[in-house]
């Protein structure tokens, strides 16, 4: 009787909150009138431009950037800021040491709010081998690779660009689109007179592939430039059903490695099997006691301050397309991990997982040893509002508890003589903690309101199960962070053969130009 | 009360088999007499010819011996049957498809008894670049390696040698020198008219390290050469004490790779961490099933066929030195496996060893996947009475009992999409049993008693950890094996740098020249 009145409760108010996200609060006809005009008119600006986008795509794809690279990362700024400077930025280049970050800003006296849109132009690393094209000559195809595509003469295309051709370049998809994008944006909002309705301001990051090590400093050392009202950070890939999404969270994470001992040299295992102890099985004893088969964390208050979904957050991902049985299918999995719990909400818990573990050999390379070592490497995400550190002392008071005496060094000879057991914890960098944006934020469902006007089937998606490198945004700046995801999801983002296809540069086009144009006035 | 008269009864049967095992009927004086007297004669011929001895195996030492090249194995083989027809054998050349073995026979009319003497020519591959020494350029050194030794030049040498001296060279220790130190006992015993009280037969295996595929043959096509009563193994370095050893049994083994699986290809552990199935995790679980962290095996029935130790076992094994506490000490090792039982009982008993894991990367080599499979490497210690064949059953057994669906090659996408769980396991060949000469055979009481005389001090081993290929030995011969190992604990041998002790040499000479002048009059 008690639980069934609770579950009506909340039926009752997941409805609300379905009508918060879906009702007609968000979608005023106004806007709705104003946004599809502006639509019309970038699109329209765009049909007539395509030759010409592409062009300045492959123009700025040709320019090699790996951020290591300063040379090569200078003249990236260079060229930016001569495509933003053209379009009456004002630009800056930010630097704390590393890589040149590109800051500009494109201001509207008449405007009250301001919007941050955050990209970056350097890429990962590439092994030019593995490219069918080479990564920096830039080359359209008619199809994706993989379905057999072919290279198409930009200058020989007639009418329309097919909005399924691909162009294949590293960083085509993470993360120069959105530079591209964005100055035609604007170029046809100029061309049909349309003014901005938010100070615009960006910053365009040279070193994101490396962990973006310097963007503290230069958010602290900048703090004036970044008195923002909203971040839009515009990276990743978009939903794999290829709608609109908005983020509004990410995972955080911290990396561990942790080594278990037995003898101080490998021994012969018919000499020494059942006698000297086991690394591998002690690993495997601490692995099992940290996590149940269905992926619950078992060490004490790991769950103690993790922020439970809002309502809005759960009715959130109870209107998200339901991808379970077709990963299944196309992953061969049959029996996720998590008890029943559907993945997108999963990926709002935190997660222990082990990425790898390496003892000896097996296969040929296995020898009749019992070895010294083993270790095994964990990526923890964390979420609201786990600390990385609070994590840290969780873990080692569990591998405490479970006889392990913990060093952060390799032991000595002294410290396996003294101690059953050993456990080397190598904590690999400080982590980071997970964020969410609020849903109910002002900004939030204001800007829910206006993409649904854009894009009906908008997917909001209360966090994403990755991470992304907004912790210092988030100490530094007031502002709520969005994350904007505008890549087809099979990019290929980090490997070889990059690509985007057209329809996500004009989509993208299309989002800039109608939110900037009418954002500041709903 | 019933618990007291129980260790009574253990305490009085002990006391029983010491007295079998130390006392007057295994020390009869007139054995004493001979064996005393023809030691002497031997040690001192060998004072005069050690030279000769030392140059005799130089040269043997100084031709390649891996086993996969015939030519050289032919050249080895010639080179040894020289070395036994010029002392009156008749030889051999044994072959099924493999590289030669050399048989041969030293017959005596009036000899009731016959004694098969096994070694091996063949050495394990070598790796130039880490041998202080070329290891087949034979280096006398005037102290270990390790303790600073020096090279001596042979002819240089006025008076005995220092018999802490050794001689560096690949199959030093491992397993060329019985077959000097025999031609040259016998030697000793011709130059005293000293006449063979046994028939002695020889095998000298050339593909002992390769795991003497085909022996089994040998023997099967040419049984009627091995109808003896007395088969000495003379492989494998002696006791750390280094105190004279015979060993009664070996233990068999199995190789079992068993690989788990995830999804069909690794995933973002960020946009999967908490379902995707964690293969490592999976592979922790049934590890942790199989054994418990004593190192006892959970597999229902395991146990079941294993042969206890006879109380002439228990008793060998009290009289053991206790090494213990010397091993923990140097392996730096707190708490041993096994429940505070003694290593040498330890050893007696079946082992379970993850030998190797492997899957992903750790360390520098750590990426933030969700891995798609991940596989454990088991060397499984098997002991008389227990089948390979059982064994595999009761472990695939248990594996089903887990959860797992079990193949033996690649699981399909479909095996994947149908079962939870899949694993795959991977016998690695057919594996062999373990095996125990009773301690109470005729040949085993009398071999043990006659040693006594010649090394008071000599430790009887029930069985050791590791194996031999005795198997096929113990299948196609009705003798009794029993192993006599002759090469110093610390000779390298398989690694660089190996090594032979002289004195080990010298003892070696003594031991087969009296055995062989005695062991039939016995």
Chains 1, 2 share one sequence.
């Not at 070895?371 to 873990?395: F, G, H, K």
Request: net charge negative; charged share 20%.
């Amino acid at each position: 009787m008690a639980q069934s009145r609770k579950n009506f409760v909340q039926a009752c108010a997941a409805i609300v909150v379905s009508v918060v996200l879906n009702g007609a609060a968000w979608a005023q006809n106004f806007v709705a009138t104003d946004t599809q005009s502006v639509m019309q008119s970038i699109n329209d600006y765009r049909a007539e431009h395509e030759t010409e986008i592409i062009k300045d795509f492959a123009a700025l794809l040709s320019l090699p950037n790996v951020a290591t690279n300063l040379s090569d990362m200078t003249k990236n700024a260079d060229h930016i800021s001569t495509l933003l400077e053209s379009r009456g930025f004002s630009t800056k280049r930010l630097s704390a040491g590393g890589a040149p970050y590109v800051y500009a800003e494109l201001l509207n006296p008449s405007a009250t709010e301001t919007v941050l849109i955050y990209a970056h132009f350097d890429g990962q690393p590439v092994q030019e081998e593995n490219w069918v094209y080479p990564p920096f000559e830039p080359t359209l195809l008619d199809a994706p690779l993989q379905s057999g595509g072919q290279p198409v003469n930009i200058d020989d295309v007639e009418g329309d660009f097919d909005p399924e051709w691909r162009l294949y370049a590293r960083s085509a998809g993470d993360d120069k689109m959105p530079i591209i994008a964005l100055v035609h944006a604007l170029d046809a909002l100029r061309e049909n007179g349309i003014e901005l309705s938010v100070n615009l301001k960006l910053l365009l990051d040279g070193e994101e592939e490396r962990g973006s090590p310097t963007v503290g400093r230069i958010l602290e050392e900048n703090l004036e430039l970044f008195d923002v009202d909203l971040l839009l950070f515009c990276d990743g890939p978009m939903h794999q059903s290829r709608q609109t999404q908005l983020v509004f969270g990410v995972r955080g994470g911290r990396t561990l490695d942790i080594t278990t001992y037995g003898a101080n040299r490998p021994l012969h295992s018919g000499h020494y099997g059942n006698w000297a102890p086991n690394p591998i099985m002690n690993l495997a004893y601490l692995l099992t006691s940290m996590r149940d088969e269905t992926g619950r964390i078992l060490i004490d208050g790991y769950y103690d301050n993790v922020a439970t979904l809002t309502e809005l957050e759960r009715a959130a991902i109870a209107d998200m397309p339901d991808v379970a049985l077709l990963l299944q299918d196309e992953l061969s999995v049959h029996t996720p991990e998590g008890a029943g719990t559907r993945l997108e909400e999963l990926i709002t818990l935190p997660a222990l997982n082990a990425r790898g573990i390496v003892a000896g050999g097996v296969g040929d390379k296995g020898r009749n040893i019992i070895l010294s070592n083993a270790t095994v490497s964990l990526n923890l995400r964390l979420v609201p509002n786990q600390s990385p550190e609070r994590v840290r002392e969780l873990i080692e008071a569990h591998v405490s508890e479970q006889g392990f005496y913990i060093v952060h060094e390799d032991p000595t000879n002294e410290d396996l003589r003294t101690h059953q057991k050993v456990a080397k914890l190598d904590w690999r960098g400080a982590g980071g903690p997970g964020l969410r944006t609020p849903l109910d934020h002002p900004m939030s469902l204001r800007l829910v309101k206006l993409m649904r006007t854009i894009s009906p089937e908008l997917i909001v998606t209360p966090s994403m199960g990755g991470g992304l490198p907004l912790h210092a945004f988030d100490t530094q700046l007031e502002a709520p962070i969005i994350v904007l995801p505008l890549a087809n999801h099979d990019n290929n983002q980090h490997a070889e053969n990059e690509n985007i296809r057209l329809q996500n540069v004009w989509d993208a086009m299309s989002i800039y130009g109608t939110l900037l144009a009418t954002f500041g006035e709903m």
